[in-house]
T-cell receptor, first 112, second 114 residues
Framework: SQQGEEDPQALSIQEGENATMNCSYK?????LQWYRQNSGRGLVHLIL?????REKHSGRLRVTLDTSKKSSSLLITASRAADTASYFC????????????FGTGTRLLVSP | ETGVTQTPRHLVMGMTNKKSLKCEQH?????MYWYKQSAKKPLELMFV???????ENNSVPSRFSPECPNSSHLFLHLHTLQPEDSALYLC?????????????FGDGTRLSIL
């Protein structure tokens, strides 16, 4: 089944640096969503980008989508220690019912 | 506070026990979901309810039994579980079922099977 694959699996940076995470998927999509999960907590929706959009911004987040390459990237600018979390992309699979399929995530560690 | 509350946060049970996980959403949403999150695996969708009707059962073993008595509450009844069922069980809700709907998650129940 279709699945988002995040890259890298883990990323370690210093505060103030930018963090870029990538997601690749296999089939056509309506939209792609990014979520964040802090340790021991549930997932939090960050941003949704539609298939006819190429770029979207939300605060320090910038998401790009390249449907020809079936890939998306999430950029966090001027990272903070509080950005330490796992980040997941999710795509929609239509099996007669549209459901989100998540990747295995990128673990981001931002050191002070 | 995400508006989705799960209880208990942690649960340890033996393979012969029967227990239930509870989820409550205060967002006025019409769709609710159960997911299983195991280490180093993608999040697995288990069940989906829309307006209290089950619309998706993702080939989940019968030892997991969901119940949705109303649009605000969702339960997952557990019996005769196996060690491989140890995982974080996440509940989520959305305004309605559909691909353009962001999902709101609870903080999960960490389940350990002895």
């Amino acid at each position: 089944s279709q699945q988002g694959e995040e890259d890298p699996q883990a990323l370690s940076i210093q505060e103030g640096e930018n963090a870029t995470m990538n997601c690749s998927y296999k089939t056509s999509i309506n939209n792609l969503q990014w979520y964040r999960q802090n340790s021991g907590r549930g997932l939090v929706h960050l941003i949704l980008i539609r298939s006819n959009e190429r770029e979207k911004h939300s605060g320090r987040l910038r998401v790009t989508l390249d449907t020809s390459k079936k890939s998306s990237s999430l950029l966090i600018t001027a990272s903070r220690a509080a950005d330490t979390a796992s980040y997941f992309c999710a795509t929609v699979v239509d099996t007669g019912f549209q459901k989100l399929v998540f990747g295995t995530g990128t673990r981001l560690l931002v050191s002070p | 506070e995400t508006g989705v509350t799960q209880t208990p946060r942690h649960l340890v049970m033996g393979m012969t026990n029967k227990k239930s996980l509870k989820c409550e959403q205060h967002l006025g949403h019409n769709a609710m979901y159960w997911y299983k999150q195991s280490a180093k695996k993608p999040l697995e969708l288990m069940f989906v309810y829309s307006l209290e009707e089950r619309v998706e059962n993702n080939s989940v073993p019968s030892r997991f039994s969901p119940e949705c008595p109303n649009s605000s509450h969702l339960f997952l009844h557990l019996h005769t579980l196996q060690p491989e069922d140890s995982a974080l069980y996440l509940c989520a809700s959305s305004q309605m079922v559909g691909s353009n709907q962001p999902q709101h998650f609870g903080d999960g129940t960490r389940l350990s099977i002895l």
